[in-house]
């Protein structure tokens, strides 16, 4: 069953950022090659001629695909919630990646103005996606707040270390049944995509692993294999670990030659 | 009248902020402005008056993760 969010069906479990990359053309591979169905973008200070992004926004458009604006660099609730609202007028969408920075080193959201911004943004007609942490209650608030999608890190924005916690997402997921949860921040690795799949994760959204790859549209195709794998081993019935060998091939029937 | 248009001093004989825009070549649809932290939807920008020391932000489309 395809993933759906805020009403829309999405065809692919991965969603791509779309910064970092060597050229607009690389990007525009990695994007086809990932098939995703969203690409995350921003919005920045334009230029005097006034030029640049006019061509990004031409390039983006050019891929087809559902755009997901973010907050990024807002470390205030004031900030994200204007630069949501530029966001929605510019990008022509009500979703937005709303992300609260608290800490300029880890980049490490503020929860508590998240939550405040959801609402406001919520209250206005915005789909949220909130990059927020694994705690359970800033999860249940952020729900509160109208969120119908969480997306905690797995470790800090661009640190590439992979699912730092995986107790904590476990515990997440067994604890929001129900809501759409995208694993949003820290992956490095497709193994690392395949790891919070496989804990019944409903997506990714990724950016650096694939930009900073050596060949980025082959890691994009590498990271969309390993979501679907992961995605299929959670519905499949994934075993436990055992404490303890247990052979694989049958004991009865063995021959004895002593 | 001296403004401050994304973060850069700037002298301007514009009275409104869609003036601005024209002066400043910004013609085309991929555009969202601010005046002072607050978002001007494009609809309302011939109509909101610039003053003296207005902060102004003019962003646009940028690549994003």
């Known amino acids: 069953m395809p993933l759906t969010v805020y009403g829309t069906e999405l065809s692919s479990r991965l969603l791509l ?11 525009s ?3 086809k090659s990932s098939g995703a169905s969203v690409v995350t973008v921003s919005l920045r200070r334009e230029g005097i001629q006034g030029e ?18 973010n907050t990024a660099g807002c470390h205030t609730v004031k900030e994200a919630v204007t630069t949501a609202k530029m966001a929605r007028e510019v990008f022509g969408t009500n979703w937005i990646k709303l992300e609260v920075i608290g800490h300029h080193d880890t980049l490490q959201p503020d929860v508590f103005g998240l939550v405040e911004a959801a609402r406001i943004l919520t209250e206005d007609g915005f789909a949220v996606f909130p990059y927020t942490t694994e705690d359970l209650v800033v999860g ?29 997402l476990r515990a997440y997921r067994a604890h929001f049944p129900d809501t759409s949860l995208i694993v949003d921040a820290g992956l490095g690795r497709p193994s690392h ?10 997506g990714v959204l990724l950016n650096t692993a694939v930009a900073k790859a050596g060949n980025p549209a082959a890691m994009a195709i590498a990271f969309a294999q390993a979501v679907e794998a992961g995605h299929a081993a ?13 052979p694989s091939t049958p004991v009865i029937g063995k021959a004895v030659f002593s | 009248m001296k403004l401050i248009v994304n973060g850069q001093a700037l002298e301007s004989q514009a009275r409104t902020l869609s003036e601005l825009m024209t002066e400043l070549g910004h013609t ?38």
């Not at chain 1, 640049?52 to 604006?69: A, D, H, I, K, N």
């Not at chain 1, 995509?193 to 409903?202: I, K, P, S, T, Y």
Request: aromatic content about 8%; glycine content about 12%; overall charge negative.
């Open chain 1, 17 to 27: 950022g779309t910064a970092q990359y060597p050229s607009p053309a690389i990007l």
């Open chain 1, 29 to 31: 591979e990695a994007a």
């Open chain 1, 52 to 69: 640049t992004g006019g061509r990004f926004w031409s390039l983006v458009r050019e891929l087809g695909l559902r755009v997901l604006p």
């Open chain 1, 140 to 168: 249940e608030r952020l729900i509160e707040a109208g969120c119908e999608v969480l997306m905690p890190w797995c470790a800090p924005i661009g640190s590439a270390k992979g699912p730092v916690n995986l107790d904590a």
């Open chain 1, 193 to 202: 995509a395949a790891a919070v799949m496989e804990l019944g994760f409903d």
């Open chain 1, 234 to 246: 959670y519905g499949a019935g994934i075993l436990e670990p055992r404490d303890m060998a247990v």
């Open chain 2, 28 to 65: 085309g649809n991929w555009f969202a402005t601010a005046i002072n932290s607050e978002f001007v939807p494009g609809s309302e920008r011939n109509e909101v008056r610039l003053s003296e020391g207005d902060r102004v932000e003019i962003l646009t489309p940028r690549q994003g993760g």
